[in-house]
């Protein structure tokens, strides 16, 4: 079964500043990795995902994530941060042969300041 | 517009009260699920479903039930509502299989007393 830890339930950035959200994975088979944001009152958006391939991952708005399969990690970076980038960020892992369930971590809420 | 509309958007209810939570996607989607969010507990999965009269259950199942008979439509019934229930209730659906990216309801607020 998998799990997904989210390191960081707040984080608070600068605008211009590097944004890195970490993600970490359990999973027995190759997974499936996703980064969803949520905006205040809506649903979740998709970022940006891994299924095989290229493991470096890049997303919509500026937004990259590198599959490292030796640290089971999935981090989420974005060089420089803007205003608009406030929302809490969610990381998720499927596995590819149980296709169907998806869990999520606990999410991180980012905070960017002027 | 690609879309999945769940009503309602805030249900305040009392314990035991039958309710029912619809959704429907207009994309022609065979896959879709049902979340709750808590704060600090992230999204966890209740049901989902691979294609019409297919579902199964994701990680916190109790005290819900689905339904799937046509396509479009996936709701989510608490035949017998507790406290333990509050929470804000997602649904989502994609094409095929989790490599496609899910999209979103709005989410129902629910309430129960």
């Known amino acids: 079964a998998q799990s997904v830890t989210q390191l960081g339930s707040h984080v608070s950035v600068s605008e211009g500043a590097l944004v890195l959200l970490r993600c970490n994975y359990s999973?027995?088979?190759?997974?499936?990795l996703f980064w969803y944001v949520q905006y205040p009152n809506q649903g979740l958006q998709l970022l940006l995902k891994y299924t095989t391939g290229a493991t470096l991952v890049k997303g919509i708005n500026g937004f990259e994530a590198e599959f490292k399969k030796s640290e089971t990690s999935f981090h989420l970076t974005k060089p420089s941060a803007h205003m608009s980038d406030a929302a809490e960020y969610f990381c998720?892992?499927?596995?590819?042969?149980?296709?169907?369930?998806?869990?999520f971590g606990a999410g991180t809420q980012v905070v960017v300041t002027p | 517009e690609a879309q999945v509309t769940q009503n309602p958007r805030y249900l305040i209810t009392v314990t035991g009260k039958k309710l029912t939570v619809t959704c429907s996607q207009n994309m022609n989607h065979e896959y879709m699920s049902w979340y709750r969010q808590d704060p600090g507990l992230g999204l966890r999965q209740i049901y989902y479903?691979?294609?019409?009269?297919?579902?199964d259950k994701g990680d916190v199942p109790e005290g819900y039930k689905v339904s799937r008979k046509e396509k479009r439509n996936f709701p989510l019934i608490l035949e017998s509502p507790s406290p333990n229930q509050t929470s804000l209730y997602f649904c989502?659906?994609?094409?095929?299989?989790?490599?496609?990216?899910?999209?979103f309801g709005n989410g129902t607020r629910l309430t129960v007393t």
């Open positions: 998720a892992v499927s596995e590819s042969d149980s296709w169907g369930k998806l869990q």
């Open positions: 989502a659906s994609t094409r095929d299989s989790l490599a496609s990216p899910l999209h």
């Open positions: 999973s027995s088979v190759p997974p499936y």
């Open positions: 479903s691979m294609n019409v009269e297919v579902t």
